[in-house]
């Protein structure tokens, strides 16, 4: 039987068109980009035309686009050089962040290099910004503000330009983890007052192990990782040239889509949504579904009984992949960071489903039969 694939905000299959893109640069295209003859001249032009379609489909600069490794490198780079590099020593964050974000926080922290304030949040899960502008307001030290466009496990949205005003006005910095938006939704960097904002391909139908990190070109920051002078001296190393033409292929084929695929996977969500509640009792919805949200992810949660727990298991066995939060490697017992913060009710076994262009009514429709046995 085929599988059911309700996890896109994990990963998302590599588009066909994209793995056509990438061939050539892993075949007879192979040149290294720093290398003066053809071949690598040819490297070297394939990556600067990614560089540059990516920054036009962002209304960015190319010189504001590097390429890494994906959005926990991205994270990771932007938070430490707020830190080292541009005398940041306060950091404003929520708890509802990927861990790519926290723990980068919670280790500079540990090591003294940064004081770290967590802003409140209000019942939908959503950032409230009467705590940000208060806490930036009573912040004396230089802050970098790092919160993220759309949480991955309940899909909230933050108002990214409201953020950055915020920002502005009180003169901290700001990083965006955009991972769960960038190829999902339009972006204006040129007007959006935002300082770092990150990619991963591999969540709109690209490739794995490549991504994005916008810096702002007011922002000076030192070379993340040292050795070689490839992507102008920032990042070091033989670039990742077929996963670089893939990222850039797949982010043109996912905005010449957006919004017709967008308003279908949103009718997926919804008729999600109203299946479970006329066929399951006892569902919530986590967050703010269909309010401000990502319109490819829903969190649910199922009242705790003997049978919900299994859920994830049973759901596995009957070929449905779902995620009982972020992709999680210390198992279910410990559960979601993000849902303790925004519901601490442990009588809750919490799913998220996560949708893409491939997913169908039927398979909904499936899904809601099976849950009706399982629970
Ligand atoms: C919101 C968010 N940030 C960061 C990441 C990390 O991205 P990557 O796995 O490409 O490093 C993910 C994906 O797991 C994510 O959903």
């Known amino acids: 039987m085929e599988r059911i694939y309700f996890d896109n905000a994990a990963t998302t299959p590599l588009d066909p068109k994209v793995l056509e893109s990438m061939m050539p640069y892993l075949t007879e295209k192979f040149g290294n980009p720093s290398s003066i003859y053809s071949y690598g001249r040819e490297s070297r ?37 707020a830190v080292r590099d541009l005398g940041c020593t306060h950091i404003i964050t929520s708890p509802l962040e990927h861990h790519a974000t926290l723990h980068t926080v919670e280790h500079l922290h540990k090591t003294g290099e940064a004081s770290v304030s967590y802003v409140e949040l209000l019942p939908d899960g959503h950032i409230d910004l009467e705590d940000l502008k208060h806490k930036l307001a009573g912040s004396a030290e230089k802050t970098i503000v ?24 009180y003169g901290a910095y700001f990083h965006s983890d955009t991972v769960q938006t960038v190829g999902h939704f339009p972006f204006d960097l040129r007007n959006t007052p935002v300082h770092f904002v990150t990619g991963a391909g591999h969540k709109f139908h690209g490739p794995k192990g490549v991504g994005l990190l916008y810096i702002n070109e007011n922002v000076k920051i030192n070379p993340f990782i040292h050795g070689g002078s490839q992507e102008r001296n920032m990042r070091a190393g033989t670039e990742n040239l077929y996963g670089i033409v893939g990222f850039a292929r797949a982010l043109e084929l996912a905005t010449a889509g957006f919004e017709e ?29 269909l309010g401000r949200s990502l319109y490819t992810v829903l969190s649910v949660s199922f009242p705790k009984t003997e049978k919900s727990e299994m859920l994830l298991f049973n759901l596995d066995i009957n070929h449905i992949c779902a995620s009982g939060g972020s992709a ?16 601490n009710n442990p009588n809750q076994v919490t799913v998220r489903f996560s949708f893409s262009k491939h997913n169908t009514k039927d398979e909904v429709d499936y899904l809601v039969e099976k849950l009706k046995e399982m629970i």
Not at 265 to 276: H, T
Not at 280 to 285: Q, R
């Open 45 to 81: 032009l394939a990556i600067e035309n990614a560089r540059k379609s990516v920054a036009k489909i962002l209304n960015a600069h190319p010189a504001e686009i590097f390429f890494t490794s994906g959005g926990t490198e991205s994270s990771n780079t932007a938070i430490s050089a």
């Open 146 to 169: 790092s919160l993220m466009h759309a949480n991955n496990e309940i899909g909230n949205m933050l108002d990214i330009h409201a953020v950055g005003e915020l920002c502005k006005l």
């Open 261 to 289: 695929e967008g308003a279908y996977i949103k009718g997926i969500k919804v008729y999600m949504m109203e299946q479970l509640k006329k066929n399951v009792k006892g569902i919530a919805f986590n967050g703010d579904a």
């Open 328 to 343: 999680c490697t210390s198992g279910a017992e410990q559960g979601s960071h993000v849902i303790r913060a925004i519901n």
